[in-house]
Structure formats: C-alpha cells, structure tokens
C-alpha cells in the first residue's frame, strides 16, 4: 500500500480536488439579488400600477395626473418601486386628457401615451432577454434612421 503522506502529486491532486470542485459544491446557496426575470416583472408591475393610478385619479378629477406624486394615493406601491431602485418612472401630462407614462429598468423599456383612457400609442423594448415574456421588440430592432415625419 503507497504512502500517500511521502507522495506530494498526490497531496496536491487532493488539494486541487477539494478546493476548486468540492468546496464551490458545498458553498453553493441562493442568490439574495432579483434575477433579471423578476426585474422584467417588477417593470411591467409598475406600468400596469402607474396606467390603473392614472385611470382611478382621472375617475375623482376629470384630468390625469400632472406629477407621479399624486398617483401614489391611488397606487401606494409605486412608493415601493421607485424605493428599491429597480424601476424609474416618468409620467407627462398636459393636466387635462392625456398622459405619457415611461416605465424603464435594466432588462425592459416602457411608453405608453393614453388619451380619454384609450392607448393611442405604445412601445416597449427588450434590453435584456427575461423581458421577452412582455416586451418582443428588441435593441437590434432599432431602425437606424427614422422615417420622416
């Protein structure tokens, strides 16, 4: 029977095996940041929160919402989307029948332009594939030159 305390290949063939295979086996865990699929829900939440908020504001005032401020009464959890920093939220509006809503995170991009509560125009764009699910368009979509006007 070899000795195997006498053998130093064999010493650093265990060692080789232990740290770079054993260890990275028995340390593996769960990852405590979203995943770029959660990002992408977490996105298209946020649209949906911020076009309902809009829809409710409208119903009690006859006009959309001049500043996001004022939507969070009708939709508190968009306090909680711009809080964690995972989305950002821009709305426009002429206070009176129109509004744009631009919702954009790292993996998913967002426009809506709603007037009198019909969507007159959307688009949205892919930055990242876990936004697939909600959004096909994506960055090599992009036409370089836009048609005129």
Do not use: W
């Not at 699929?37 to 119903?59: P, S």
């Not at 711009?82 to 029948?97: E, F």
Request: aromatic residues 6%; contains cysteine; positive net charge.
């Amino acid at each position: 029977m070899p000795q195997l305390g006498r053998s130093p290949l064999l010493i650093i063939l265990v060692l080789f095996l232990f740290l770079f295979i054993l260890l990275p086996l028995i340390n593996r865990g769960k990852s405590s940041s979203l995943s770029d699929g959660d990002r992408a829900l977490r996105t298209k939440q946020a649209l949906d929160r911020v076009m309902g908020a809009e829809q409710r504001y409208f119903a009690r005032n006859k006009h959309y919402a001049d500043h996001l401020a004022d939507l969070i009464p009708f939709a508190p959890k968009l306090a909680v989307d711009l809080a964690d920093g995972l989305v950002s939220i821009q709305i426009d509006s002429s206070g009176d029948k129109t509004y744009l809503v631009q919702v954009g995170s790292s993996v998913a991009s967002f426009n809506r332009t709603v007037t009198s509560g019909k969507v007159v125009a959307k688009s949205c764009l892919q930055l990242k594939s876990a936004a697939k699910p909600y959004c096909t368009r994506k960055t090599a979509d992009i036409a370089k030159t836009l048609p005129g006007a």
